[in-house]
């Protein structure tokens, strides 16, 4: 079975500071990757994937990650963050069933910005 | 927001009454999801449908039950709410390309049970 672990719950950064956000995975099979984060009092949206080729894929609000398979994992990054990145994100694995992609979610890490 | 549409966006009841949130899209995509999201846990998948009147449950799927009798609702029912199901249920389209397909999620259901 496919595991998602994000290594840290909360992450407090000051603005323009960088910051890494820490997921590691288990599965046996090729994967699909992914980065989603959900700002407050809203649903979940795609951050960025990875799917195949090239192994660091980047957003286009600045954020990055890199697919390392000999580490099973997909660290987010960025080099300066700002007040609107304050959110929680979570990293998650996909799971083919019957044509269905099932995601299995990381248990969420809460970045917080201070000015 | 590719068009999902959840209801209640809000609801809270007491134990043991029956509840049904329901997901609304307008786009025709085959696959569609239920998670429930709750602190430390992530998302959880509930239940999942591949096509009309086919669904398939997920992790979490006691005391849950689904239906899709058409292609653009799906429904998820709780037979007899306990304060477990206390949660915010998030309902999921499959979108993008086959084999490597994008989760796009509406905007929550957020469940009180009392």
């Known amino acids: 079975a496919q595991s998602v672990t994000q290594l840290d719950s909360q992450v407090p950064v000051f603005e323009e500071a960088p910051v890494e956000l820490r997921c590691n995975y288990s599965?046996?099979?090729?994967?699909?990757l992914f980065w989603y984060v959900q700002y407050p009092n809203q649903g979940l949206q795609l951050l960025l994937k990875?799917?195949?080729?090239?192994?660091l894929v980047e957003s286009i609000n600045g954020f990055e990650a890199e697919f390392n398979k000999s580490q099973t994992s997909f660290h987010l990054r960025k080099p300066s963050v700002h007040i609107s990145d304050t959110a929680e994100y979570f990293c998650?694995?996909?799971?083919?069933?019957?044509?269905?992609?099932?995601?299995?979610f990381g248990q969420g890490t809460r970045l917080t910005i201070n000015p | 927001d590719a068009g999902i549409t959840q209801s209640p966006r809000h609801k809270v009841t007491e134990t043991g009454t029956p509840v049904t949130l329901r997901c609304h899209q307008t786009?025709?995509?085959?696959?569609m999801y239920w998670y429930r999201q709750d602190p430390g846990h992530g998302l959880r998948l509930i239940h999942y449908s591949y096509g009309v009147k086919d669904t398939d449950k997920g992790e979490v799927s006691d005391g849950y039950s689904v239906s899709r009798s058409k292609t653009e609702d799906f429904l998820l029912t709780l037979e007899s709410a306990t304060s477990s199901q206390t949660s915010v249920y998030f309902c999921a389209i499959s979108t993008g390309a086959s084999g490597a397909n994008v989760l796009t999620f509406g905007a929550g259901s957020r469940l009180t049970v009392l």
């Open positions: 998650a694995v996909s799971q083919a069933i019957q044509g269905a992609q099932k995601l299995v």
């Open positions: 786009e025709n995509h085959r696959y």
């Open positions: 990875y799917l195949s080729g090239s192994t």
């Open positions: 599965s046996s099979v090729s994967v699909y």
